[in-house]
Nanobody
Framework: QVQLVESGGGLVQPGGSLRLSCAASGRAFTNSVMGWFRQAPGKEREFVAAISWSGIMTYYADSVKGRFTISRDNAKNTEYLQMNSLKPEDTALYYC?????????????????WGRGTQVTVSP
C-alpha cells in the first residue's frame, strides 16, 4: 500500500524558516518525480516545487523561488522542503505528492499519490 506522510509544519513568524519532510512507502517514491503542493482556505491547490528521481532537476513556483528548496534522500525514501524567509501568504496546508513518472509536472492532476498534509501558519 502506498503511503506518503508529511511532517514538520507549524506556526512561525514572518521571516522564519521551517523544514517539511515527507516519508514515502511503497512504489510512490521509486523512480518517481516528487512534488510539494499547498492549499490555503478558499483557494485551489497550487504547485510549490518538484524534484526528479535523481534530484538533479528541480522546478519551483515563481512565488517561492529563491526562498524554498526541495530535496530528496532516496536511501531514506524521504523528500524535504526547506522554507526560508516565510511570508504570511505562505500559510496553507502543504501536501507531498508522488508522480509515478519521471516527467516533471506542476499540474496536481498529474500526481498519483498524496499525503494528508501538514499545516504551515506564518503569523506574527
Amino acid at each position: 500500500q502506498v503511503q506518503l506522510v508529511e511532517s514538520g509544519g507549524g506556526l512561525v513568524q514572518p521571516g522564519g524558516s521551517l523544514r517539511l519532510s515527507c516519508a514515502a512507502s511503497g512504489r510512490a517514491f521509486t523512480n518517481s518525480v516528487m512534488g510539494w503542493f499547498r492549499q490555503a482556505p478558499g483557494k485551489e491547490r497550487e504547485f510549490v516545487a518538484a524534484i526528479s528521481w535523481s534530484g538533479i532537476m528541480t522546478y519551483y513556483a515563481d512565488s517561492v523561488k529563491g526562498r524554498f528548496t526541495i530535496s530528496r534522500d532516496n536511501a531514506k525514501n524521504t523528500e524535504y522542503l526547506q522554507m526560508n524567509s516565510l511570508k504570511p501568504e505562505d500559510t496553507a496546508l502543504y501536501y507531498c505528492a508522488g508522480r509515478r513518472s519521471s516527467v516533471m509536472s506542476s499540474d496536481p492532476g498529474d500526481y498519483y499519490d498524496w499525503g494528508r498534509g501538514t499545516q504551515v501558519t506564518v503569523s506574527p
